[in-house]
């Protein structure tokens, strides 16, 4: 593969000419592009489901952060017949054979939106939410913990049983009162780095099977 070098031009700091690189020569980017999906992080669900298979033929799934709609392409490729609902508060484009929000899923009625687009139970409720960063670790620790929080909620109103919760966390400290609550409501709790989160990341996927009604 070439290595195509970005030089610092008039307006673009050495930062934003770092990451400029780094996204042109992302291996992930490259081949999203190739493939025709609207993100890289497509292939982050594509590892987590080989690895967990909670994506199956006819499932009922939720996208929660959805724009720009690489993990509803995903989803709606792998459970074939089934529903995915996708929702995100930034704008982005319908994806075929999806149920498209633009909405705030923290507003209050989100919820009921929904639930009234699924029409029933879901099998699998997904969360790649990520708040807009200060450059403060511990206070984006915080507002990605608060996201994680607001989706089990809703995914814990949802969830048929046996049903999976799938989330983006980040490291900081802060996860033990989720996890204690995850494993009160699922038979299985893991972690997750899939390969195409970058190493230095402090991303991780919490991967929680086997939904137990209350």
Same mark, same amino acid.
């Given at each position: 593969m070439l290595f195509e070098r970005v030089r610092t031009a008039r307006g673009r700091t050495t930062s934003s000419a770092r990451w400029l690189s780094r996204q042109l020569n992302d291996p992930?980017?490259?081949?999203?592009?190739?493939?025709?999906l609207r993100s890289r992080a497509a292939f982050k669900l594509m590892q987590l489901d080989d690895r967990f298979h909670f994506l199956k033929p006819g499932g009922r799934i939720v996208d929660l952060g959805a724009a720009p709609g690489g993990w509803t392409q995903v989803a709606v490729e792998?459970?074939?017949?089934?529903?995915?609902?996708?929702?995100?508060?930034?704008?982005?484009?319908?994806?075929?054979g999806s149920i498209h929000l633009e909405h705030d899923f923290l507003a209050d009625?989100?919820? @009921?939106?929904?639930?009234?687009a699924l029409n029933g139970q879901a099998d699998v409720v997904l969360?790649?939410? /990520?708040? $807009? #960063?200060?450059?403060?670790?511990k206070t984006d620790?915080?507002?990605?913990?608060g996201l994680a929080e607001a989706a089990l909620q809703f995914a814990t109103e949802v969830l048929?049983?046996?049903?999976?919760?799938?989330?983006?966390?980040?490291?900081?400290? @802060?996860?033990?009162?989720?996890?204690?609550?995850?494993k009160?409501?699922?038979?299985?709790?893991?972690? /997750?780095? $899939? #390969?195409?989160?970058?190493?230095?990341?402090?991303?991780?996927y919490v991967v929680a099977m086997g939904f137990r009604k209350a």
């Open positions: 992930f980017v490259i081949e999203a592009k190739r493939l025709g792998r459970v074939k017949g089934g529903k995915v609902v996708g929702i995100d508060i930034s704008p982005w484009s319908p994806v075929a009625d989100a919820p @009921a939106l929904l639930k009234e969360s790649d939410m /990520a708040a $807009p #960063a200060t450059g403060h670790p620790h915080l507002r990605i913990m048929a049983e046996d049903g999976a919760f799938i989330c983006k966390l980040f490291q900081g400290g @802060a996860e033990k009162g989720l996890l204690d609550q995850l009160k409501s699922f038979s299985s709790v893991r972690h /997750a780095k $899939p #390969a195409a989160s970058r190493a230095e990341s402090s991303e991780t």
